[in-house]
């Protein structure tokens, strides 16, 4: 199994970036996944997550209508979309593999993450 992320990067406040997450070496299609991010100091938070078949989605409050989580079972890929970025997005952001099909709260429902890609917002 194999998640590897990019898209990272600096960004001013206001600005966007789209995350995206290869996933190789297991059946994509069948795994609900998720968003985690990692802020210095900090616990890891899930900041969204969505079903194997793309029919449900979450997002922790402080990110809905400003982030997007997609994927594309086709391509094997996760994708987050985030606007409006704010300096508290600041963090480490992994994509993680759920333990099966609908997603969980629960972080060790998750058994698989990538190493992750950094996303830091400042002026």
């Known amino acids: 199994e194999r998640l590897v992320e990019s898209g990272g990067g600096l960004v001013q406040p206001g600005g966007s970036l789209r995350l995206s997450c290869a996933a190789s070496?297991?059946?994509?299609?069948?795994?609900?996944m998720g968003w985690f991010r990692r802020a210095p100091g900090k616990a890891s938070e899930l900041v969204a997550a969505?079903?194997?078949?793309?029919?449900?989605?979450y997002y922790t409050d402080s990110v809905k209508g400003r982030f997007t989580i997609a994927r594309d079972n086709a391509l094997n890929t996760l994708y987050l979309e985030m606007n409006n970025l704010k300096p508290e997005d600041t963090a480490l952001y992994s994509c993680?593999?759920?333990?099966?099909?609908?997603?969980?709260?629960?972080?060790?429902?998750?058994?698989?993450w990538g190493k992750g890609t950094q996303v830091t917002v400042t002026s």
């Open positions: 993680a593999k759920s333990q099966g099909p609908l997603f969980s709260l629960a972080p060790h429902s998750y058994g698989y």
């Open positions: 969505i079903n194997s078949d793309d029919d449900r989605t």
């Open positions: 070496g297991f059946n994509f299609n069948l795994y609900a």
